[in-house]
């Protein structure tokens, strides 16, 4: 770790607490969100006030989920019309996760719509990160990161084809950092040849 990423962290840890954010470090190198019940590797919940990284894995994978909880602490923060529409309207935020927990749900649109504004949301706040990036010398490489990003917004499109969630997050596979572009996406639907098959192949069991 970088002296950069310990100031920083540092900053962004007494933000955090100034606004009574409790900020966990799990050794593990999963975490699961209560109300979705899903293995991710943080989280940030404004209801509960606390951020949760997971940690076991090496500092160049958790620092960017870091990052990313962090930017959505800004997002609610700041008020983010879309943050607060998902945290408001219940039904619009869960409908995407009842239904991967095996809930039917009908229509269909209601899932695609529900995914849709989550995808869009999450996207939102990896433009925060790129501009935390680009202002603190940190030792991830931006383009790494927009790599990381394309690849976790660009999994739910496979989420909504297969129903499923992934056993090993798909930004620490090789091969599918390999195929993605090093410039932010501009469609969030976008297809990339390649991309499902290789997470289907590596990133569930």
């Keep these: 770790m970088t002296d950069n990423d310990k100031l920083f962290i540092g900053n962004a840890i007494s933000h955090l607490n100034n606004k009574h954010i409790e900020v966990i470090f799990s050794k593990q190198n999963n975490v699961y969100q209560e109300h979705e019940k899903i293995k991710c590797t943080g989280y940030f919940d404004c209801k509960n006030k606390s951020l949760v990284v997971a940690t076991g894995l090496p500092q160049k994978n958790w620092l960017p989920v870091f990052l990313h909880e962090y930017s959505h602490f800004i997002q609610w923060l700041n008020k983010d019309k879309l943050f607060y529409k998902l945290i408001e309207n219940k039904n619009l935020q869960n409908y995407f996760w009842y239904w991967l927990q095996g809930q039917e749900i009908r229509p269909k649109s209601k899932v695609i719509e529900s995914a849709r504004a989550i995808q869009t949301m999450e996207y939102e706040c990896e433009k925060i990160v790129f501009n935390l990036l680009q202002k603190n010398k940190l030792s991830i490489l931006y383009q790494?990161?927009?790599?990381?990003?394309?690849?976790?917004?660009?999994?739910?499109?496979?989420?909504?084809?297969?129903r499923r969630w992934y056993d090993i997050p798909p930004h620490t596979i090789q091969s599918i950092l390999d195929i993605i572009p090093i410039e932010p996406i501009d469609d969030i639907t976008k297809v990339i040849p390649l991309f499902n098959e290789l997470v289907l192949k590596n990133c569930f069991k």
Excluded at 145 to 160: G, S
């Design 144 to 162: 790494d990161y927009v790599k990381y990003a394309n690849i976790d917004v660009l999994f739910y499109n496979v989420v909504l084809k297969y």
